[in-house]
């Protein structure tokens, strides 16, 4: 914790007004940006492929978005919608 809190006050003078900004920033940095953006790419294409195979692709992709993996088992625990019924038969010819 003491590394990460010097790393976060490095290069900062904290009776400047923008102190607090300049310790946003820095911790910003140590946020490994590129690990989290391919993990939520997964998990929107895994809900993606949960919600086709549940006949709802776009409620896979949404909760996918939404809640991570949270969101596939939101996806798996809906019944699969049911086929439309047949329309009504037309009138016989005269």
Request: aromatic letters at 10%.
């Amino acid at each position: 914790m003491e590394q990460w809190l010097d790393k976060a006050m490095q290069g900062v003078d904290p009776d400047s007004p923008d102190a607090f900004l300049h310790i946003f920033l820095n911790l910003m940095v140590m946020v490994p940006w590129g690990a989290l953006l391919l993990w939520n790419v997964l998990f929107v294409v895994v809900g993606g492929l949960l919600g086709w195979w549940r006949g709802r692709t776009v409620e896979g992709i949404v909760w996918a978005v939404v809640l991570g993996p949270i969101g596939w088992i939101i996806v798996l625990a809906k019944p699969r919608p049911k086929a439309s019924p047949l329309p009504p038969p037309l009138p016989r010819r005269r």
